[in-house]
């Protein structure tokens, strides 16, 4: 591995990972307030990127950046509702019931979302307009696409919102202590109910922008869906309930990915044959190596049971 | 070891009581069941295929009943043990020159091997993450199925010998596997009742006391996922010399939650809950296929591809299931029962 | 006397034990041993740290210092079911049942420390794999009986009361047939009937089968009826032990509760 080799991969990988990060962080409140582990999370992402370009396009009458705007708002108020119905129609009626079947439901969620969006859009790969002149600029010396650059800063920009959100706001503070100690929350007058919804629709809208943003760089198909599955890798190393965590998990992903994928994939053959998007399952291997050496992630807590 | 209070007469017949099928009326059923099955291929004619296609699928989600049913461990990856159990069937035939019947037990030995070394982070990884660990073994395998050996396409098996015999028409695979499938869920049934599904149930239904009364957990949860692993083995077998081709997508993530969904339709804990719930599953999935079409021109937003009405459809049954009838099929058979056996007096 | 009474006379011995998690320490310094045929009650305030010396006593918690010695075999370092099959067995403060399973099942998985059938005897059931199941039965339903509850044998124990949900737990930790029986606040919530029962059955437990026992209680007068030696606990630290008058007249122990509550501690000073 040369060391511009190297650096390529670390700034794209984090360019990427910054989006990975804000995907992640959806995952991660939801976690932390409801203890519900989503796999639905990657056709969240999924349905962001797909209605924005549907929306985008709708409002084709608009010049493009307005177009645009209005397309994002559409969708991010569409997932803050589908966040809402969820929790509502299929989170609430479960409350209470075992874990098993809690992330089962998840997982048909899922299956439903992606089955309408397949049945919709049919599966083809969609662009956005060109919001963003596809030029490509030079970042620490790396060419990167300006579409790739203004991602990374807009998810980084929200990231630093959410962090700052989650800290001094009320819902913030709500969140936290639900999290902490579900029964001290709701003696303490915080009304779990709410906090579950809203961690709901956050999460949805996280995973929303996380797919527009992708989308703008990479184009939307259902290859998408496997980017939930980044987060929760993401999520894994950094621990599930640390926010931080998930950040830095994110980014790490994100370079390990274009780093060690990108040089896998390049130079590395087994049986003789290349290793084609061996990019794609490094992210499974990070899963499967740090639930080896450390099950509680980089940040998460270890919690002793009591008896 | 003496009790203060004298012993009173308690039931003096356990092995009645304990026996596998105690009341003679279920004897009967059993030997019924087993005259059906022999007489299945007569009844059924051209029809028998599709019970061949259950009874695979059958065997495969007994194992995954150990694990999630009775040991209350979570895998998304059990199609990937189900692949490991046809590609060790397919590489024995094919590469060792072994007969179907030496290949059958090398891929259920194979698999359990695999299987453990799955399982044995579970000890450290528990509920999420062990989810999240068998999502990614599933991804892998599937990477590696398609990098290695049968790329985007499929890999041609032998047909199964049966020492000598071809077994080259859905009859004579109908007697195989009808057979294998009996076996093996007697075999697990019988678990469930004696010091393994204590213990798994235990670890299900409450770790840490299990753990401080004896029970080890590495052992018990590494153990349920090797068996489920080595019952997806022996399906996948059975599956890859049935169907005579096997690649990737036979064995993907959707394959995993296929085998979730019979589980928990059919009724997660129950002995006859992943047979029921193999039945429906496969059964809806082929009346789905040809259905597909009319039912995505009468509601659009389904549209005309079979997946996208199949994901819909198992995703709502799901979701009905466990919201309205968490105990699936099984249970809902026993209150149709109960309410047969009293009518027309309900109380 | 029974055959669970154990050659050596002290039966189990803790020493210089220390548990901490972030910021409080649950268990200092504390050092005591038991004798064979013993029943030692610990007493102490809510968060005294009873449970955590259990716990350690069970290898559920590690200890940051210390050791446990039981039988005369320093078992600091077995994990908790090893330790289990040594013969240390237990009840829990908050009930820990097997919730989908019947109270048969529940009592029946007490005896799995001595199951010994092989898998494939498991699997294939006719012959040692029934004779097994069949033996332990036995022993299970001798229990069901000593406890009384027959009636609710094949009742899942999440559809039955609290009083003999605590019952059916004594009864999976008599059945793993113990040297020492560790009871985590057995009558806590019990009806004035219930606790009357529950003490019987550790009375009798203690004086025909000779059983070495270690009770948290907070009833008072159920401690001093029942214990031959009180521990009193406060702040993780040993405050008072001995003979239960003396402990309850020990002017440390007055004071920690006291300082906890006062109705308690009118209790502890008025005695039973
Ligand atoms: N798993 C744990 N994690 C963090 N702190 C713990 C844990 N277990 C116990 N503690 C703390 O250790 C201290 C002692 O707890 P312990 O449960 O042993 O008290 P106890 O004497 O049994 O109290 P009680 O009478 O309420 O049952 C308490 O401050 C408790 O908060
Ligand atoms: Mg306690």
Redesign the interface.
Do not use: W
């Given at each position: 591995m040369s060391g511009q080799f190297v650096l390529e991969g670390v700034v794209v990988g984090l360019a990427v990972g910054s989006i990975y990060a804000l995907i992640a962080v959806g995952f991660t409140v939801l976690y932390k307030s409801t203890k519900i582990l989503n796999l639905a999370h990657g056709e969240l992402v999924l349905f962001g990127g797909y209605l924005a370009i549907a929306a985008t396009s709708a409002f084709g009458f608009l010049p493009t950046p307005a177009a645009f705007a209005a397309g994002v708002a559409v969708t991010l108020l569409a997932a803050a509702a589908l966040g809402f119905a969820v929790e509502r129609a299929v989170m609430r009626p479960l409350f209470g019931q075992p874990l098993l079947s809690v992330i089962i439901v998840t997982l048909a969620l899922g299956y439903v979302v992606r089955g309408i969006m397949v049945g919709i859009w049919s599966g083809e790969t969609r662009t956005f307009p060109p919001v963003i002149p596809a030029t490509v600029v030079r970042v620490a010396g790396v060419p990167v696409s300006l579409v790739g650059v203004w991602s990374a800063a807009a998810a980084a920009t929200l990231l630093v919102t959410f962090s700052l959100f989650f800290r001094y706001s009320r819902w913030g503070i709500a969140m936290r202590a639900a999290a902490n100690e579900q029964l001290t929350a709701s003696t303490l007058g915080v009304s779990l109910r709410r906090v579950f919804a809203y961690a709901w629709a956050f999460a949805a809208v996280a995973g929303a922008v996380g797919g527009i943003l992708l989308g703008l760089w990479l184009g939307v198909n259902f290859a998408l869906a496997a980017v939930g599955l980044k987060a929760l890798a993401a999520v894994i190393l950094g621990g599930l309930d640390s926010v931080p965590g998930a950040i830095l998990g994110g980014l790490l992903v994100g370079v390990v990915e274009t780093v060690l994928g990108g040089y896998m994939e390049a130079h590395v053959r087994v049986l003789g044959q290349p290793l084609h998007g061996f990019k794609e399952v490094t992210a499974y291997l990070v899963i499967l190596l740090a639930l080896m050496v450390r099950p509680h992630g980089l940040f998460g807590t270890e919690r002793?049971e009591?008896? | 070891?003496?009790?203060?209070?004298p012993?009173?007469d308690?039931?003096t017949s356990?092995?009645q009581?304990?026996?596998?099928l105690d009341i003679r009326l279920y004897r009967w059923g059993f030997l019924l069941l087993l005259a059906a099955m022999v007489a299945a291929p007569w009844v059924l004619g051209r029809w028998i295929y599709l019970l061949n296609d259950i009874a695979v699928f059958a065997i495969g989600a007994v194992g995954l009943s150990l694990v999630m049913g009775f040991a209350g461990q979570i895998s998304l990856g059990h199609a990937a043990f189900m692949a490991v159990g046809a590609y060790t069937s397919w590489f024995a035939t094919t590469h060792l020159k072994l007969p179907f019947v030496a290949a059958l037990p090398l891929s259920a030995v194979v698999a359990f091997a695999v299987g453990a070394v799955v399982g044995l982070p579970s000890l450290r990884i528990k509920g999420l993450y062990l989810a999240i660990a068998t999502l990614a073994f599933q991804f892998l395998v599937e990477y590696l199925i398609v990098q290695t050996v049968s790329g985007m396409g499929g890999t041609p098996v032998p047909p199964m010998d049966l020492f000598g015999v071809p077994v080259n028409t859905e009859v004579r695979f109908w007697y195989v596997v009808a057979t294998v499938w009996v076996v093996g869920a007697v075999?697990?049934t019988?678990?469930t009742?004696?010091?393994?599904?204590?213990?798994l149930?235990?670890v299900?239904?409450?770790d840490?006391?299990?753990?401080?009364?004896?029970?080890?957990?590495l052992y018990y949860k590494t153990?349920a996922f090797a068996l489920g692993a080595a019952y997806a083995g022996v399906a996948g077998s059975l599956f890859a010399h049935y169907n005579r081709v096997i690649g990737a997508e036979h064995f993907s993530l959707a394959q995993s939650i296929d085998f979730v969904a019979m589980l928990v339709i059919g009724g997660l804990?129950s002995v006859w809950g992943p047979h029921l719930g193999a039945a429906f599953v496969r059964m809806l999935t082929q009346l789905l296929k040809m259905w597909a079409p009319v039912l995505g021109a009468v509601i659009p937003v389904l549209g005309r591809a079979t997946t996208s009405v199949h994901d819909v459809v198992f995703g709502v049954i799901l979701i009905v299931f466990l919201i309205w009838e968490p105990g699936g099929l099984a249970t809902l058979l026993r209150k149709f029962k109960r309410y047969v056996d009293l009518w027309p007096f309900p109380h | 006397m029974?055959?669970?009474v154990p050659l050596v006379d002290t039966v189990l011995s803790v020493r210089r034990m220390t548990v901490r998690?972030a910021g409080v320490v649950a268990v200092s310094d504390l050092s005591f041993s038991l004798h064979a045929g013993e029943l030692l009650g610990i007493i102490g305030p809510n968060g005294a740290g009873k449970?955590s010396v259990?716990?350690c006593i069970?290898?559920?918690?590690r200890p940051q210092a210390g050791q446990v010695f039981f039988l005369g075999r320093d078992i600091t370092h077995l994990?908790?079911?090893?330790r289990?099959?040594t013969g240390i067995?237990?009840t829990?403060?908050?009930i820990?049942?097997?919730?989908?399973?019947t109270v048969l099942?529940n009592i029946?998985?007490?005896r799995?420390?001595h199951?010994r059938?092989s898998?494939l005897?498991?699997?294939?059931?006719w012959g040692f794999?029934?004779r097994?199941?069949?033996r332990h039965?036995?022993?299970v339903?001798?229990?069901?009986?000593?406890l009384e509850i027959e009636a609710y044998r094949d009742h899942r124990v999440a559809e039955l009361p609290y009083g003999i949900q605590k019952k059916v737990e004594l009864g999976?930790?008599l059945a793993?047939?113990p040297r020492l029986l560790l009871l985590?606040e057995p009558m806590a919530g019990m009806t004035v009937d219930e606790k009357a029962d529950m003490a019987r059955y550790i009375l009798?437990?203690r004086?025909?089968?000779g059983l070495s026992m270690i009770l948290i209680e907070h009833d008072m007068g159920v401690v001093m009826d029942l214990c031959d030696r009180l521990l009193a606990m406060d702040y993780g630290r040993k405050i008072a032990e001995g003979p239960p008058k003396e402990v309850q007249q020990h002017p440390d122990v007055i004071r920690a509760y006291l300082g906890e509550e006062h109705g308690v501690a009118e209790e502890v000073a008025g005695g039973p």
């Open positions: 002793i009591r008896l | 070891m003496a009790y203060a209070r012993c009173g308690f039931k356990y092995a009581d304990m026996a596998l075999f697990a019988n678990l009742r004696t010091r393994v599904g204590l213990a149930m235990a299900r239904d409450r840490y006391a299990a753990q401080v009364l004896g029970v080890n957990l153990l804990g | 029974a055959e669970g998690f449970t259990l716990n069970n290898g559920f918690y994990p908790p079911h090893a289990a099959s067995a237990r829990f403060q908050n820990a049942l097997y919730p989908h399973m099942q029946l998985s007490g799995l420390v199951m059938s898998l005897g498991c699997g294939v059931y794999g029934q097994e199941v069949l039965r036995q022993r339903e001798e229990i069901i009986d000593f999976r930790a793993m047939e985590d009798e437990l004086e025909v089968r």
